[in-house]
T-cell receptor, first 114, second 117 residues
Framework: QQQVKQSPQSLIVQKGGISIINCAYE??????FPWYQQFPGKGPALLIA?????SEKKEGRFTISFNKSAKQFSLHIMDSQPGDSATYFC?????????????FGTGTQLKVEL | GAVVSQHPSWVICKSGTSVKIECRSL??????MFWYRQFPKQSLMLMAT?????????EQGVEKDKFLINHASLTLSTLTVTSAHPEDSSFYIC?????????????FGPGTRLTVT
């Protein structure tokens, strides 16, 4: 199975700080890279996504940085808030069989402290 | 928009029984839905791709006779765990594919917690 490596496994950030989560992939056929936020007992919710022809995408406090040559991408959460405390998954999508198929990273448990 | 629901949200069943989980797209039609399994503090693992009107495509290592998938309409896919055992206890999450502007997005349901005793 195609792998997406994610780090760190857990992260503690002070309120107002910057949370940074990193992911790396091997398969250059991946063509879409979404990030998901998951609260306990809930399904993942799409947060932000990027295509490999773009190096950065920003939506509000969330920014994805993408390095195609290094096959790495990261999520930056600016001005982190306690409400951002959740598990974050990066994913990579490959177009196969007429549609996309997602491979998820291992997840990062973020805790934002007051 | 793009709301996906699952029912039930949690279920407890006895070993050897079968349990059905429903996944519905509430405000859109989905020709393709996906079923994932998630163990505590772990990632989502794709189990199968459910296509309306045709057989599901299972990922390697997933027993198709144990995890029966039926996608009978454009808004409903069901996952039936047959002859459930304690090791089948997990969080099952479905997603529905939305195609818009040439892009394919997956929207996830809230998940179903299955506990087999």
């Amino acid at each position: 199975q195609q792998q997406v490596k994610q780090s760190p496994q857990s992260l503690i950030v002070q309120k107002g700080g910057i949370s940074i989560i990193n992911c790396a992939y091997e398969n250059t056929a991946f063509d879409y890279f979404p990030w998901y936020q998951q609260f306990p007992g809930k399904g993942p919710a799409l947060l932000i996504a990027i295509r490999p022809d773009v190096s950065e995408k920003k939506e509000g406090r969330f920014t994805i940085s993408f390095n195609k040559s290094a096959k790495q991408f990261s999520l930056h959460i600016m001005d982190s808030q306690p409400g951002d405390s959740a598990t974050y998954f990066c994913a990579a999508s490959i177009f196969i069989g007429g549609g996309n198929k997602l491979t998820f990273g291992t997840g990062t448990q973020l805790k934002v402290e007051l | 928009g793009a709301v996906v629901s699952q029912h039930p949200s949690w279920v407890i069943c006895k070993s050897g029984t079968s349990v059905k989980i429903e996944c519905r797209s509430l405000d859109f039609q989905a020709t393709t839905m996906f079923w994932y399994r998630q163990f505590p503090k772990q990632s989502l693992m794709l189990m199968a791709t459910s296509n309306e009107g045709s057989k599901a495509t299972y990922e390697q290592g997933v027993e198709k006779d144990k995890f029966l998938i039926n996608h009978a309409s454009l808004t409903l896919s069901t996952l039936t765990v047959t002859s459930a055992h304690p090791e089948d206890s997990s969080f099952y999450i479905c997603s529905a594919r939305v195609v818009a502007g040439g892009r394919h997005e997956q929207y996830f349901g809230p998940g179903t917690r299955l506990t087999v005793t």
